[in-house]
């Protein structure tokens, strides 16, 4: 069973995307101690400079920020023309991709495969060879770096940019994204709490206000926020995340009414963020928050992607997640919920793509490793199934990950023919999501062990069908509606699942052969 969130719930932690990414979408204005105002076009900076007085290294330093950060014309193709032969082959390699490919390495990647970290992790070198003190560039190698599963270089090199730059929005909302994402929620708020601006700063604020969601805390700046979000001097687009943080905040801790309007207050201008909060909290809730979704808003990927979910529009909200996780490469919940999109869609290599994808910056990640295990049983890659799974048995999981883990194990089962260890896997993870009122998962369970047993065409088909019928609630949500209506297409299909014998697999199934405790 495909799982569509791992890990923390969803909170406002801050988008982490390149400076020059960031500083267009009007996210980044900041300035750092003694009010020294960061460089902020560097490129540009760099062209007058080689043209003030041109030389090597300077045309170096050009030539790498054409690249990194498509600022590319006939001026630029001209000077690397001058350097194609030059002594250096440093230089002459840089020339030579500024005029093969120009601005390839600044655009977005179309495709995942597009996307070259290493090569970006050179350029980046490059100019901080040059310019050391660049804190901008030393958040943007960061997050290279974690693209590539490299904490640790990762956080030396934002904490590089954070010692250049300690009051500047972008690099602590950088530094706070990033150690988010390696699970240190306490060191992003630490580094959060030391920042003058998150009294009056409200894109500081607002993740301080999340990461103490997630990690639990009180937030000791609550006040602050409510007073913020009352000043008629900030403009509702810088209120957006604040507002959505908190009003998640408020609906966590019980606060129903005060949440929703804080969070249609946080779409009344939206950024991206904030539009996918909204729309993630709607799903929970199962409730539509807002009507029609705003447009214009840049990169509204995420948003769109679980509107789609929402409404069942399964190949809608593949392409959306796809999209999503190119913008946050790195992102876990954008591979998760594709790739369990695209379960959905019984697009069984797109689930296989965007859960490696995933398990590149997240190795190891066990709802990824489920998601895929669960398409390369669909495919007919057993082994490579019960390699994934008997990982996830090695990771440390929650109790709920766990219970969705068991029922793809049953699946596995089903499909090589130990059909009474594929039905008890099923039953205890139905049993345990009933025991705890979740009653959509337990049905969708249900649901997926009825499709086993017609697809075997066991006697036990009929009253499987029936049970999962009764866990069915009368408005449930789009993936439980999906797979009902397959469940009433599947009796010609009866005893047609491929089985592949147990014998071929045996060496590979005793790590799966115990059922784990689930208390």
């Known amino acids: 069973m495909s799982a569509s969130e791992g890990g923390m719930p969803r909170q406002l932690v801050p988008r982490w995307r390149t400076w020059r990414t960031t500083a267009g979408l009007g996210e980044s204005v900041g300035s750092t101690r003694g009010g020294r105002v960061l460089r902020v076009m560097d490129d540009e900076r760099a062209l007058s400079q080689f043209e003030a007085r041109p030389n090597a290294g300077r045309a170096a330093e050009l030539l790498t920020m054409a690249l990194l950060y498509q600022y590319h014309d006939k001026k630029i193709n001209a000077i690397a023309s001058d350097f194609l032969n030059y002594q250096r082959p440093l230089l002459r390699d840089v020339a030579a991709a500024a005029i093969a490919d120009p601005g390839r390495q600044g655009r977005p990647a179309e495709t995942m495969e597009d996307r070259d970290s290493r090569g970006m992790i050179a350029l980046l070198k490059v100019v901080l060879a040059r310019d050391p003190r660049n804190a901008l560039r030393w958040a ?15 956080t030396e090199a934002i904490r590089i940019g954070l010692q250049l730059a300690p009051e500047n929005r972008f690099l602590l909302r950088s530094t706070a994204a990033l150690y988010v994402h390696i699970g240190d929620t306490e060191a992003a708020l630490r580094i959060l709490e030391t920042a003058p601006m998150l009294k009056y700063d409200p894109w500081v604020l607002a993740p301080y206000v999340a990461i103490s969601d997630l990690a639990d805390h009180k937030s000791h700046y609550h006040r602050v926020a409510v007073r913020l979000l009352q000043d008629r001097n900030i403009g509702p687009r810088d209120l957006a995340e604040l507002a959505a943080a908190l009003g998640t905040s408020e609906l966590n801790a019980g606060g129903g009414r005060r949440g929703r309007q804080l969070l249609r207050q946080s779409v009344e201008d ?11 909290m709607s799903a929970r809730l199962h409730v539509r928050l807002i009507g029609d979704m705003a447009s214009g808003v840049p990169l509204d990927f995420e948003a769109r992607a679980r509107r789609a979910a929402y409404e069942g529009l399964w190949e809608g909200a593949v392409s959306f997640s796809s999209q999503w996780l190119l913008d946050q490469p790195f992102s876990m919940p954008a591979a998760c919920f594709g790739s369990y999109c695209a379960s959905m869609s019984e697009d069984w290599g797109s689930t296989v793509h965007l ?5 590149r910056s997240n190795p190891g990640d066990p709802i990824l490793l489920n998601n895929r295990a669960v398409a390369l049983v669909e495919l007919g890659k057993i082994r490579d199934a019960v390699k994934d799974l008997s990982d996830c048995r090695r990771a440390q999981t929650r109790l709920r ?14 499909r090589i023919g130990m059909i009474e260890e594929g039905r008890r896997r099923y039953d205890k993870v139905i049993t345990f999501f009933e025991d705890r009122h979740e009653v ?5 369970a249900a649901l997926m062990l009825a499709r086993e047993e017609i697809l075997a065409n066991t006697i036990e088909a009929g009253s499987s069908v029936k049970r999962a019928d009764a866990l069915t609630r009368s408005n449930p949500p789009a993936d439980v509606q999906t797979l009902r209506k397959r469940i009433g297409s599947l009796s010609r299909e009866a005893g047609t ?17 115990d059922i784990p405790v689930m208390s």
């Not at 693209?147 to 640790?152: G, R």
């Not at 939206?270 to 993630?280: C, H, Y």
């Open 140 to 154: 943007d190698l960061a997050r290279e770096y974690t693209v590539l599963a490299q904490p640790t270089k990762a």
């Open 440 to 444: 959509d998962i337990a049905a969708r």
């Open 270 to 280: 939206p950024t991206e963020n904030s539009l996918a909060q909204v729309e993630w």
């Open 497 to 513: 699942a491929a089985v592949i014998a147990p014998k071929s697999v045996e060496p590979y199934l005793e790590p799966l052969l």
């Open 401 to 414: 990950d766990r219970a969705v883990l068991i029922a793809t194990e049953g699946l596995l089962f089903f």
């Open 355 to 359: 859960a490696n994808v995933g398990l």
